[in-house]
């Protein structure tokens, strides 16, 4: 569609009333709800509806004529993106499906994603119909923001520095008319971003923070900052090679919030909304910042620089102060921050803390409904003296190495005061492989279940 033009791929959907195929889709025991003679073919060859099962079913001519895709309990919508793989080229539609469409369809589309950027693409098209029954641009506008987030994280650091985010940023406000901004450099200190500065002046692309800007003021303030670390080689302190190979991905949190502003905008939701997302790469060189430094950061609190690689909790301090400064109504950061967020939680759950039991409440129900998992995590307050050191206000890396995804939340807190609720996501935003709804790579992460919850108010 135009309105994803920074899209490059093709929509998987056809129009309604386009020449097509029935698909339908059945649950165990749901046979019988096949036309007559289809049945009498899937009981010939054993079909069942067991989850995954597939069959093609030959026309009255001898051609093809349908596909029958079993759903096992039907508990699994997005089983439905193995038919990316499985269904012949061509256009199809749903002829028989009980469940929710809209997750159906969603699972559909996030299956057929493939990021060809540097390979030859595969040539086969599968689409499927929207029925008119559903609510086609909620599909597309969450396929758009799925493809947005996986192909910003999954292109290389190569092509991924805080230019070439910042080119697709500005590029994602001028098409949603919003305005946008980018301090760059040695402007960072005169601006009052001392930290993004110090993490990112040795990266061979000057560190920035960028701002976008949208909607009508006087409504309700949203504020999200992502964070945008292009590559990270743990700076001074740095990292195994094995430790490094994943790291293109740690602007994840920067591409989440880039692909939920996008879903906020399309969708026209009434709201102020204000995008930040401090980009840097925490490189190796002469300038680096150096383990025992201590930087005033713009809240004026001093940090203690511990270890290099605890980089990403120093740009969203700045980052957090400054959207703090507007006292909105919701303040939203996601950032790829701690380890120990995947040691509790596993790759494919998203962590969350807050401040807002009501928040927590409705985005937990939003991700189960959805199948976009999230879970609040504890702001344990008395682990906030592991933050406490000898000669500066806070470090960015307690010793002990306990409770780390909790410690990083707290000390994202100390930079947050004025927004009336604030919510901290410790995202992967990396599949470790192939699932029914997309290969392995980049991924987006509680973005949808965000959404709705923002929706809801």
Not at 426 to 450: H, M
């Amino acid at each position: 569609m135009s309105h994803f033009q920074f899209i490059t791929r093709p929509l998987p959907f056809c129009p309604a009333d386009a020449p097509v195929r029935p698909l339908y889709a059945l649950a165990q025991g749901e046979t019988d709800k096949l036309p007559e003679s289809v049945r009498a073919f899937a009981s010939a060859a054993g079909f069942s509806g067991n989850e995954g099962e597939f069959l093609l079913v030959p026309g009255s001519d001898g051609g093809l004529g349908a596909a029958l895709f079993g759903l096992g309990t039907g508990a699994n919508p997005f089983v439905f993106g193995r038919l990316t793989k499985l269904l012949p080229a061509g256009d199809w539609r749903l002829a028989q499906y009980a469940g929710d469409a809209t997750l159906a369809l969603t699972g559909f589309a996030a299956g057929s994603y493939r990021f060809e950027r540097y390979v030859k693409p595969v040539a086969k098209v599968v689409r499927l119909a929207i029925p008119d029954s559903v609510d086609a641009a909620e599909i597309e506008r969450a396929w758009a923001a799925i493809c947005l987030a996986r192909d910003l994280v999954n292109t290389p650091a190569n092509d991924m520095q805080p230019d070439h985010l910042e080119e697709v940023f500005a590029g994602l406000a001028r098409h949603y008319d919003a305005s946008f901004n980018a301090i760059r450099g040695d402007d960072l200190l005169s601006a009052g971003f001392p930290l993004v500065h110090a993490v990112g002046r040795a990266g061979e692309k000057a560190p920035r923070l960028m701002e976008m800007r949208w909607g009508r003021k006087g409504a309700r303030a949203i504020t999200l900052v992502g964070k945008g670390v292009c590559f990270d080689t743990g700076g001074l302190d740095l990292k195994t090679a094995a430790g490094m190979l994943l790291m293109k991905k740690d602007m994840g949190g920067a591409a989440n919030v880039m692909a939920l502003a996008l879903m906020i905008m399309d969708a026209g939701l009434d709201v102020d909304l204000r995008v930040i997302i401090p980009s840097v790469e925490n490189a190796v060189a002469g300038n680096a910042f150096r383990p025992g430094d201590i930087y005033r950061s713009r809240k004026g609190l001093t940090v203690q620089i511990d270890n290099t690689d605890a980089e990403g909790r120093l740009i969203l301090a700045d980052a957090l102060t400054y959207a703090d400064e507007e006292l909105p109504d919701l303040l939203i950061d996601m950032a790829t921050l701690t380890g120990a967020a995947r040691v509790a939680l596993g790759p494919d759950i998203a962590p969350f803390f807050t401040t807002s039991d009501a928040f927590a409440e409705t985005l937990v129900a939003e991700g189960e409904r959805l199948r976009d998992p999230a879970w609040r995590m504890p702001l344990f307050t008395g682990y906030e003296a592991k933050l406490k050191t000898g000669i500066a206000d806070l470090t960015n890396a307690p010793s002990g190495g306990l409770a780390g995804a909790i410690t990083a939340a707290l000390f994202l807190k100390q930079f947050v005061g004025r927004a009336k609720s604030w919510a901290h996501f410790d995202i992967y935003a990396y599949a470790q492989a192939d699932r029914d709804f997309g290969p392995a790579g980049g991924e987006a992460q509680a973005i949808r279940a965000i959404f709705e919850t923002i929706r809801k108010g």
